[in-house]
């Protein structure tokens, strides 16, 4: 009897504990049944975020086609600046080319005129010793004044031609040479026997050339053509 009032204590505690667990299996049991069936797939799928507008991301083919042309205006546009672009660079070069030339023709050809005038003083010396009888020069004890001037005056033409060779002039003599109009300027023309026709058989005055270029062309006599061609 005492046993059973000691142990009565435990045996309402297992009941009560018992109870409560049957309670909250009908609990869960009621909570599941009484959630709807789209409840419940709702909480198993995950949120999807709403579908991007497609309608955004396309444009009309009107929009398309003013790109396009767009582009390739802008394209051609930048061709033209390229080719202007460039064809101001060939400009430029041509420019310094030619400023560059006519820096040097204007050195080699500063002295042109200067040269020029030099040549009839050259022209006077050469017609005076040319006039000398080659008798007088001869006797160099008779006429020893006569061949020293005349050998003073060589030497001046001389000096004088190697100072114009110094600075480009050169001179070319043309006798014996088929004529060339642009070189060589016919002061007449005659019948020389054992000649070639059309062959210069006289020099007047020399010819000069300065850098290649004719200074002062040679004036000389040309044979004629017995037949006339």
């Keep these: 009897m005492l046993r ?11 009941k009560a504990a018992a109870h409560r667990q049957v309670s909250v299996a009908a609990c869960r049991l009621y909570t599941d049944k009484a959630k709807p069936e789209s409840e419940k797939q709702g909480e198993q799928e995950k949120p999807q975020e709403p579908a991007k507008d497609d309608a955004a991301k396309t444009i009309s083919a009107e929009e398309a086609e003013k790109l396009k042309k767009a582009i390739s205006d802008k394209d051609s546009k930048i061709s033209e ?13 041509n420019i310094r080319n030619r400023a560059k030339t006519e820096i040097e ?20 010396l050469e017609l005076a010793l040319k006039h000398v009888p080659k008798d007088h020069l001869a006797d160099k004890v ?8 005349f050998e003073g005056v060589d030497m001046t033409k001389s000096s004088l031609l190697k100072t114009l060779e110094r600075h480009g002039v ?10 060339d109009a642009n070189t060589s300027h016919a002061l007449y023309q005659a019948p020389m026997p054992g000649k070639t026709p059309g062959h210069v058989f006289a020099v007047e005055k020399r010819g000069y050339i300065i850098k290649g270029r004719v200074l002062r ?4 006599g040309v044979v004629l053509d017995p037949n006339g061609n």
């Design 4 to 14: 059973s009032i000691v142990n009565l204590p435990f045996a309402v505690a297992a």
């Design 105 to 124: 023709n204007t050195k080699v050809y500063a002295i042109q005129k200067f040269a020029k005038d030099l040549l009839d003083t050259v022209d006077i």
């Design 170 to 179: 050169e001179t070319f003599d043309p006798l014996d040479k088929p004529y």
């Design 217 to 220: 062309p040679a004036q000389v």
């Design 81 to 93: 600046l390229k080719d202007a672009y460039l064809r101001s660079l060939a400009d430029a070069e």
């Design 142 to 149: 008779a006429n020893k004044s006569l061949v020293d001037l």
